[in-house]
Nanobody, 125 residues
């Protein structure tokens, strides 16, 4: 079965850190750029970050730049999102997906698929 499984979410205080994992099964991340997205309560889905399969280059939304880091372990077929200096505005369900049309990442691509079910991150004191 082709799918992503996200994990690592939870409750964290403002200023804290979490590392999210996104494990792919049924397909190889060698061929697809992978993106992290989030949907906060009452808001539209937002692209957070992506990583290219071609050269490992990365991109970030302005809202997380300097605080979040995306990485990939090809041997484990897994993408990670290290989130530092978390803010209450980071509260959301976080999802990952593969760009089915390209190996070089574009956060704004409309070709993302193989969506996971997401993992909830809550930033609150």
């Amino acid at each position: 079965q082709v799918q992503f499984v996200e994990s690592g979410g939870g409750l964290v205080q403002p200023g804290g850190s979490l590392r999210l994992s996104c494990a792919a099964s049924g397909f190889s991340l060698d061929y697809y750029a992978v993106g992290w997205f989030r949907r906060a309560p009452g808001k539209e889905r937002e692209g957070v970050s992506c990583i290219s399969a071609s050269d490992g280059s990365t991109a970030y939304a302005d809202s997380v730049k300097g605080r979040f880091t995306i990485s990939k372990d090809n041997a484990k077929n897994t993408v990670y999102l290290q989130m530092n200096s978390l803010k209450p505005d980071d509260t959301a369900v976080y999802y990952c997906a593969a760009d089915l049309m390209r190996r070089r990442c574009q956060i704004a691509s409309v070709d993302y698929g193989y969506w996971g079910k997401g993992t909830l991150v809550t930033v609150s004191s």
